[in-house]
């Protein structure tokens, strides 16, 4: 782990975010088996599929966003949503193989990485974790909340990455875990985000029927919920 003790002054620092060339990763090949085979991707939330809203959350502040998809059909309907397309390599190996795949295809120094199913995702914390990983020089910044850690919501600086990612599909691993285990992390949690004034939905993850239902009709007045889309400063 990183002793990042940059973050002690971090809200006095203005980050020049976008002077780091940064790629948002959505990774949409799951089978999505608990939603009944609906491509949770695409199911809408406050009128827009989920994906559309993290891509546009990720706009504001990346060069450019690309999907990871693991079937044909997945990336028909994602190109139809007006997005890049990486073909997963290794489909049905979860989540380590296709983000392996993605470091292969982007050029970009940086990372944000997302499921497709965290529609609360918001780029005004992203900026700030981003602020995080340069200050502290550590190879990826990790949400801790709710007692674990968040590493499909999260930001990786692509090198670093790489090499691990290579060695651990070369021996048929295929933990995130693992791959985290090798990193040099900081690991952000839940009082830190407070203090700094963000909501911990970010990290919310969409995996079964009722969860989206509780989405919707539950917990939140969805379209409220969806963070405010401004440009990222």
């Known amino acids: ?25 959505i990774l949409a090949g799951g089978r999505s088996s608990r939603m ?49 397309v990486i073909m997963d390599e290794a489909p049905d190996n979860g989540p380590l193989a296709a983000f392996h795949t993605a470091l292969q295809h982007v050029e970009e120094e940086l990372i944000w990485l997302s499921a497709c199913d965290m529609p609360l995702v918001d780029a005004h914390v992203a900026k700030w974790m981003i602020g995080r990983l340069m200050a502290s020089g550590a190879s990826a910044v990790i949400p801790q909340i709710g007692g674990k850690l968040h590493p499909l919501q999260a930001m990786y600086r692509k090198q670093h990455c790489l090499a691990v990612t290579s060695s651990l ?19 952000i949690d839940e009082e830190e985000f407070i203090e700094a004034g963000f909501n911990l939905e970010f990290v919310c993850n969409i995996n079964t029927v009722d969860e989206y239902n509780r989405l919707l009709h539950d917990n939140y007045e969805a379209a409220s919920a969806i963070p405010i889309m401004r440009e990222v400063h």
């Open 169 to 187: 599909i070369a021996a048929g691993q295929r933990s995130m875990l693992g791959m985290l285990q090798q990193l040099e992390l900081l690991t």
């Open 36 to 84: 009944n085979g609906e491509m949770k991707s695409l199911l809408p939330v406050a009128g827009l599929p989920m994906i559309e809203i993290i891509a546009m959350q990720m706009r504001t502040l990346c060069q450019r966003v690309a999907a990871v998809a693991a079937y044909e059909f997945q990336a028909e309907k994602l190109q139809e949503q007006g997005l890049t």
């Open 1 to 25: 782990m990183v002793d990042d003790t940059a973050h002690l002054h971090i809200a006095n620092l203005e980050y020049e975010v976008k002077s780091f060339s940064t790629c948002g990763v």
